[in-house]
């Protein structure tokens, strides 16, 4: 598809799938992972872990640890907390919402299996390990409580003895008469229960810190791999108790994050301590069985929902009572309560809907902490009500998208709001519908599948119509007091030989940050792309920002920059027409020249004016300042969120005498307004729908009853691999947002919003006819045996 | 711990001699001695495919291998496969593709694909899927890598069967 844009000319790159220059060294090898950086005097942490999910440490005896070859300090929860504070991961916009503070490494009780206890920093992680294995910790084993359910329970133990319940947040919303909506005669309602197990984020690159502290300038530098570097900068600062302008956080290459990597670890925190108390740089990379046990999990729901119809197919109702499990402590500083907050936010939200109730329940328990996961809450959201969507449809004789179509929100009724308060606007739910049964060839599919149940083929097709939640304004986190910038920064300077350099707060962890960045900004300036130099990641040098989360990375760290280039583009055509004796209005810049504006003939190249005004600036007119650099900042006002919505489908095929899954076909059309590079656009949908099908399929945390997670290895935990995905088509509908000139929504996570659901109702569409229904995630092939009777 | 020990091998063409450890691990002693950090560590399970390496023309996971069994052995990383330029259109293809985003499986990914490539032919898409299906991707979907080396071998396979 071609995309409009406002430059039909040389040096025009907003809208085309420009390769990302940054990526190139990547392929050679070249890639700059902390792990990668050695530096001098640089130590090696180790952590031991709590076997317990939940046990009183009586005891560390450490001695023998101690005089281990190698090893240089031990440290204790009571050690690190001499200099580190512990944290609170609360929202206070999250109104109720309670976590007790949670320290770096365990003090007196651990509170999940894997919870550090034990730090060891040595010359060597071998050393560090080697020396883990000799420290003795004396625990008292105390009960686990894992069930999200039974952790309510007014009898079960609570993790926290300070608080009342294991419950740390409570939200109820009711809008409308549901009562009257699921009474009404006529009405299909339709009940189902949903189970979303735990799954993680698996980076490839684990967790990893470099700290560096230089006591001869008090200065600690995090070299960080994460998403969010003044986050981090604040976080460090205020617990640690330093000047935040004494912490400095740098992301250089990051080996994938998807929200894991913007959390605060006691593993790394206690790094940062270490450094500190040492005086010297320590590193720890987190193996792959500590990232199980310590990277943050994701999902974990249960959930029963009901939804309601009239006679002729109008959604009048929805209910759902979303519990949801996050280990012992709320997350800091994002809280885990976003994620239940977002399913009951968001179910329902491509419809037109008269009444809805929800009630969430946030739970403590013994497992590893859970939190903001790529798509926060939206497959949830998503798969429950599509789920529902299916349902009535079956149960009312309608076709899956004939239901949908009368029940989307109209193309032409926006700016509306859903029951739950979420403001919509420049959505294109329809279109974006009938173009993917359009794309699938719907009919001819639903033929298909027909045709072949009467052989005994069991296929099915899967539809889902859904939002995402982009581009978050201050109403995310700030406004609840956590250290999150809602804007961003970006700069753009011209240096003397006319190349072009620029920053900004947003950061790459490989979605294609910088190549959009440069994008903006070449086509701003007129010059060709490769004299456009990109730096992010650096708190000392870019300005001040976000980061890269909550696919916000185009919307606002890119509305910035373009905003930044604008200005040093008026700021060059200024400087020019005093030289050249014109007036502004009459130059443009093409080219890396400053050009007349009609003709387009070159009047000055930027390099000969740059290098005028930097060495030459007596031949200057009198009174002209030239100023070569420009800064601007951008933030979401008068809405919330920028919503995106899309359409997916898959086509599967259920084998019922294995229970296995087969991925046939699986489409997306997703309207993320303005597309800056649609190559990068559709690799961040196709990358999020596979991200999707490994919950939808593969992946679980399975715990023992005691709070063991039991398949903490990549051999045991299942990933999507290339053998069992299949190629994604994808589509795009373009409604540009009015809340932005550039008019980009985010991109990042639809894919992985949307796949779940619809890979949920392509199988039970697949298991209908042989009576079976599933609406547990992962739909293992055991389950599925299980849903039809087999086993 | 037993004594270090002496090791003597190639790496991208270049001797190396080292003292290790006997417990050191391959992608250790790539990564820490021999300073060639494009090799990565994903699992060390030997399931990701992160850290795969060429070693005497074959595709091992170095992660699942000592240093010291290394001896005498001609080694390619992903630094001696770029550098020497003979993976060049796949290296392009992959860039063009947008088969990369983090970059972390990209090396061992090339190594796999290189491998594929040079039993010659045009694999299908399902068979290029089959044989990377030992490298894990958290970020792309697979799609974009099975583009790129579906390409290169039809060029490949054009090019040879002109005769150039």
Known sequence: MSVTTRYDRPNSYIGKSVPRPNAVRLLHGRGRYVDDKVLPRMLHAAFLRSPHAHARILRIDAAAARSMPGVVAVFDGNDIAQVMTPWVGVLTHLSGMRSPPQPALARDVARWQGEPVVMVVAHSRAAAEDALERIEVEYEPLVPVCDMQAALAPEAPRIHPE??????????IEVGDVDAAFAAQGATVVERSFTFGRHTGVTLEPRAVIADYDPAEDRLTMHYSGQAPHMMQAVIARHLNMPEARVRVVAQDVGGSFGIKIHTYGDEMATLAASKLLRRPVKFVADRLESFQSDIHARDHRITARAAIDGEGRLTAVEIDDITGIGPYSVYPRSSGI?????????????????????????????????QYRAVGHPIAMAVMEGLMDEMAAAS?????????????ADDSYPSASPQGMRFADLSHQACLEKLLDLMDYKTLRAECDRLRQQGVYRGIGLVSMVEVTNPSPMFYGVGGAPIAAQDGASVRLDASGAVHVSNSITEQGQGTEAILAQIAAEVMGVDISTVHVVTGDTAVVPYGGGTWASRGAGIGGEAMYQAARALRQQILATAAAILQTRPEKLDLCEGQVVDADSLEPRIPLSDLARMVYYRGNELPEGLQPELIASRHFKVSDYPFVFTNGAMASYVEVDPETGMVKLLGHWVVE????????????????????????????????????????????????VPMASEMLDIHIAHVVTPTRTSELGAKGAGEAGTAGAPGAVMNAVNDALRPLGAHMAQMPMTPERILRALGRV | MSAPVQITLSINGEPITATVAPRMMLVDFLREVAALTGTHLGCAHGVCGACTVRLDGASVRSCLMLAVQAEGTEIETIEGLADSGAEADLLDAFHRHNAVQCGYCSSGMLVSAAELLAQGGVPDRATIRDHISGNYCRCTGYQSIVDAVEEVARTRAGKAGAGA
């Open chain 1, 163 to 172: 608080l009342d319940s294991n419950l740390c947040w409570e939200r109820k």
């Open chain 1, 339 to 371: 994620e239940g907050n977002q399913v009951i936010n968001l179910t329902g939200a491509p419809y037109d809907l008269p009444a809805y109730r929800a009630r969430l329940r946030v739970v403590f328990q013994n497992k590893v902490p859970m939190c």
């Open chain 1, 397 to 409: 004789g309608r076709d899956p998208a004939e239901l949908r179509r009368l029940n989307l929100r």
């Open chain 1, 671 to 718: 309207d993320v307004g303005t597309i800056l590079n649609e190559k990068l656009v559709d690799e961040q949908i196709r990358g999020g729908v596979v991200q999707g099908i490994g919950g939808a399929l593969f992946e679980e945390c399975l715990y023992s009853q005691d709070g063991q997670l039991l398949n903490a290895t990549m051999a045991d935990y299942l």
